[in-house]
């Protein structure tokens, strides 16, 4: 599965944005696929997770309420709604897809990945 994600800018708290991730593959609908950040000076973090038939989801604790996960896939594509948006979600985004074999739930359960689409939330 090849990626490539977009849809990031600069935006101010309190704002929305809405990223998408354009997948390539056959296999697409069958792989979890995950949003990760990466801040400054930071580690790279997992922010939300869905299962391929989109029926189950997670947020880690920071998004939750505030950022939505969904897929498409007919059209290979997985997007994050992000409302309410706070300088602290500035971060380097990344999608991610897990094959269906592991549980999609470490960093490394995620085997590809898109280049990353910089969101940059002013106060």
């Known amino acids: 599965v090849q990626l490539q994600a977009y849809g990031g800018g600069l935006v101010q708290a309190g704002g929305s944005l809405r990223l998408s991730c354009a997948a390539s593959?056959?296999?697409?609908?069958?792989?979890?696929m995950g949003w990760f950040r990466q801040a400054p000076g930071k580690e790279r973090e997992l922010v939300a997770t869905?299962?391929?038939?989109?029926?189950?989801?997670y947020y880690t604790d920071s998004v939750k309420g505030r950022f939505t996960i969904s897929r498409d896939n007919a059209k290979n594509t997985v997007n994050l709604q992000m409302n309410s948006l706070k300088p602290e979600d500035t971060a380097v985004y990344y999608c991610?897809?897990?094959?269906?074999?592991?549980?999609?739930?470490?960093?490394?359960?995620?085997?590809?990945w898109g280049q990353g689409t910089l969101v940059t939330v002013s106060s």
């Open positions: 991610a897809a897990a094959p269906p074999w592991v549980a999609g739930t470490l960093e490394a359960d995620f085997s590809s």
């Open positions: 593959g056959r296999t697409f609908s069958t792989y979890r």
């Open positions: 869905i299962r391929w038939s989109g029926d189950s989801t």
